[in-house]
């Protein structure tokens, strides 16, 4: 069975700092994608890498695959309230058609 | 852009009635999914449809869920009798292609159903 974690589960940071959130799994994925997700709302895309050790930035996040494709990062720089929501990892098994996610990282940006 | 869209957007029911939760996918994706999320837990996938049938379910996905693509444009799903821990978001989402190649997975919005 496939499962992911995140770390940490909550975060709340001054505006101005840097964070980093991980999403890590014993199992290996085709790709793994970055969700963020505000209350009463759908996940929205931020991201799908696909190569191990991809890094792709989207302006002031940075996300890294893992080498091995079983982990991820979102590194986000110089934190902004409207960057408060939760963070969702999903791995991609193509073996199976389905998508895993992962528990969620609650961001809290304070002015 | 094109975006996946679901109605109702809320649904309340009585435990044991029957729900029929209603997506519409973006017009030329071919894969299909359900997934809910329980207050507070994390998104969990139900199942995905390819090509007018089942390709994958999870073991929440029981005999109680089906799902149906009736006129190629609609996609539901039905809980034929349901139960107070049904209770939760259900979010449908398509893609264009199948998984390894880093294609994007959209999400609707959700309907909140709420079980009485």
């Known amino acids: 069975t496939q499962l992911l974690e995140q770390s940490p589960q909550f975060l709340s940071i001054q505006e101005g700092e840097n964070l980093t959130v991980y999403c890590n799994s014993s199992s290996v994925f085709s790709s793994l994608q970055w969700y963020r997700q505000e209350p009463g709302e759908g996940p929205v895309l931020l991201v799908t890498v696909v190569t191990g050790g991809e890094v792709k930035k989207l302006k002031r996040l940075t996300f890294q695959f893992g080498d091995a494709r079983k982990d991820s990062s979102l590194h986000i720089t110089a934190a902004q309230t409207g960057d408060t929501g939760l963070y969702l990892c999903a791995g991609g098994v193509t073996s199976y058609d389905k998508v895993i996610f992962g528990p969620g990282t609650s961001l809290s940006v304070i002015p | 852009e094109p975006e996946v869209t679901q109605t109702p957007s809320h649904q309340v029911t009585q435990m044991g009635q029957e729900v029929i939760l209603r997506c519409v996918p973006i017009?030329?994706?071919?894969?299909f999914y359900w997934y809910r999320q329980i207050l507070g837990q994390k998104v969990e996938f139900l199942v995905s449809f390819y090509n007018n049938e089942i390709s994958e379910k999870s073991e929440i996905f029981d005999d109680q869920f089906s799902v149906e693509r009736p006129d190629g444009s609609n996609f539901t799903l039905k809980i034929r009798s349901t139960k107070l821990e049904d209770s939760a978001m259900y979010f449908c989402?398509?893609?264009?292609?199948?998984?390894?190649?880093?294609?994007?997975?959209?999400f609707g919005p959700g309907t909140r159903l709420l079980v009485l």
């Open positions: 017009s030329n994706h071919l894969y």
């Open positions: 989402a398509s893609r264009q292609t199948a998984l390894g190649i880093g294609e994007t997975q959209y």
